[in-house]
Nanobody
Framework: QVRLVESGGGSVQTGGSLRLSCAVS????????MAWFRQAPGKERAGVAH???????RYADSVKGRFTISEDNAKNTLYLQMISLEPEDTAMYYC???????????????????WGQGTQVTVSS
């Protein structure tokens, strides 16, 4: 059974930093897409960052230059390092996994099969 468990969320002030972690188990595809999404109250779930099995990365324009996605395969863990946080970053953050997706679908939540439960990030001004 595939399981994704996020951690690392919290409350920070504008300009602060957080590192989110996603522990992955039961997911053994050699070709894959893994991504972070976020959803604020009243908003649709939106893609934040993606990493492929070849290490290629993609970011939403709103976080490019501030967020970094990475993975530690030895620890079966996906990370999202967030710096220079803004109130607009406040949301529930989810990690997700799927077999490798084409570029145009990598930040589209409807195409991901496996999801974590989410971790809350709150950025105050």
């Amino acid at each position: 059974q595939v399981r994704l468990v996020e951690s690392g969320g919290g409350s920070v002030q504008t300009g602060g930093s957080l590192r989110l972690s996603c522990a992955v188990s039961g997911f053994t595809y050699s070709s894959y897409s893994m991504a972070w999404f976020r959803q604020a109250p009243g908003k649709e779930r939106a893609g934040v960052a993606h990493i492929g099995d070849d290490g290629t990365k993609r970011y939403a324009d709103s976080v490019k230059g501030r967020f970094t996605i990475s993975e530690d395969n030895a620890k079966n863990t996906l990370y999202l390092q967030m710096i220079s946080l803004e109130p607009e970053d406040t949301a529930m953050y989810y990690c997700a996994a799927n077999r490798n997706l084409p570029w145009g679908l990598t930040l589209v939540p409807q195409f991901y099969q496996y999801w974590g439960q989410g971790t809350q990030v709150t950025v105050s001004s």
